[in-house]
């Protein structure tokens, strides 16, 4: 049975950090690619990050590209999100996705990842 369960979430102020983690059991993750999605109140549920399964690529989208960065830890079988300068408007829950398929490129598509955590909120305060 796959499981993906986040960590590192939590309360920080405005220009604070964080480090999300995604464990997982079940699954290699080295083997794919993985991503990181957010979802705040009332919005959808939108890409943040993405790492390819060789580690070569990574993907954010724009508002996070200069304060975030995917990473794996492929000996404890993570995969990372260090969170840096966050926004007010970086508050919402934070999931992990691993894509399983053959895909060649990663994909900020939700709907194309296969396995999700139950997510870790974070909060940040102005």
């Known amino acids: 049975q796959v499981r993906l369960v986040e960590s590192g979430g939590g309360l920080v102020q405005a220009g604070g950090s964080l480090r999300l983690s995604c464990a997982a059991s079940g699954l290699t993750l080295s083997r794919y690619h993985m991503g990181w999605f957010r979802q705040a109140p009332g919005k959808e549920r939108e890409f943040v990050a993405a790492?390819?399964?060789?580690?070569?690529?990574?993907d954010y989208r724009d508002s996070v590209e200069d304060r975030f960065t995917i990473s794996r830890d492929n000996a404890k079988n993570t995969v990372n999100l260090q969170m840096n300068s966050l926004k007010p408007e970086d508050t919402a829950v934070y999931y992990c996705a691993a894509d399983i398929s053959a895909r060649r490129l990663t994909s900020q598509l939700k709907g194309l990842y296969d396995y999700w955590g139950q997510g870790t909120q974070v909060t940040v305060s102005s």
């Open positions: 790492i390819s399964s060789s580690s070569r690529s990574t």
